[in-house]
């Protein structure tokens, strides 16, 4: 069974840094392109960050770029979002998501499994 | 304000057939296929549909997508109460180099 299990959120200041970490099992998570979906309170989704499988390709929204890092240990299973320079509007539920990027050779893209997200809330 | 734009709202009745709809442009629904997620209360999204108009395995045939140009619908039949949920569409955008999602449809089971 797919699980992917997000950590690390909590209350931070404005300014301040977060680690949040997304464990993965029962699928070959080596194998698979991951990413980083928040949603603000009360809000929709917002994607945040991409990383692919063997971490060479990196994308993130324009509103995270230059604060927040993604990276992967495969030997771990596990996903991290670095998110430094918190601000009020990166308050949100964080999600990771496992990433299926071809159907049959052709570009899908869509997002097959999700965590149940970890709350980050940012306030002084 | 969302790249991908979808009423904010929709509701029906017990059986009926519902659709919501997702506008875009070329750079995102125009060129790339269309994935449906559904969000019911308190819990994480799930996968509706992708490619589309592909279901993954578990999801009834009461749900649909289609995808005309630089619009994308999701059509529901047979409407039920379990379906009273949050809808969302999201698309790769060639532009942007990154997932966009739309708003979001909240639904509602009169």
């Known amino acids: 069974e797919v699980q992917l299990v997000e950590s690390g959120g909590g209350l931070v200041q404005p300014g301040g840094s977060l680690r949040l970490s997304c464990a993965a099992s029962g699928f070959g998570f080596s194998t698979y392109s991951m990413n980083w979906v928040r949603q603000a309170p009360g809000k929709g989704l917002e994607w945040v960050s991409y990383m692919s499988s063997s971490s060479s390709t990196i994308y993130y929204a324009d509103s995270v770029k230059g604060r927040f890092t993604i990276s992967r240990d495969n030997a771990k299973n596990s996903l991290y979002l670095q998110m430094n320079t918190l601000r009020d509007e990166d308050a949100a539920v964080y999600y990771c998501?496992?990433?299926?990027?071809?159907?049959?050779?052709?570009?899908?893209?869509?997002?097959?499994?999700w965590g149940q997200g970890t709350l980050v809330t940012v306030s002084s | 304000q969302s790249v991908l734009t979808q009423p904010p709202s929709a509701s029906g009745t017990p059986g009926q057939r519902v659709t919501i709809s997702c506008s875009g442009s070329?750079?995102?629904?125009?060129?790339?296929?269309v994935n449906w997620y559904q969000q019911l209360p308190g819990t994480a999204p799930k996968l509706l549909i992708y490619?589309?108009?592909q279901r993954p395995s578990g999801v009834p045939d009461r749900f649909s997508g289609s995808k005309s140009g630089t619009s994308a619908s999701l059509a529901i039949s047979g409407l039920q109460s379990e379906d009273e949920a949050d809808y969302y569409c999201a698309t790769w955008d060639d532009s942007l180099n990154g997932w966009v999602f739309g708003g979001g449809t909240k639904l509602t089971v009169l």
């Open positions: 490619s589309n108009n």
């Open positions: 070329s750079s995102n629904i125009g060129s790339n296929p």
């Open positions: 998501a496992r990433v299926v990027r071809y159907c049959g050779g052709d570009w899908c893209g869509y997002f097959d499994y």
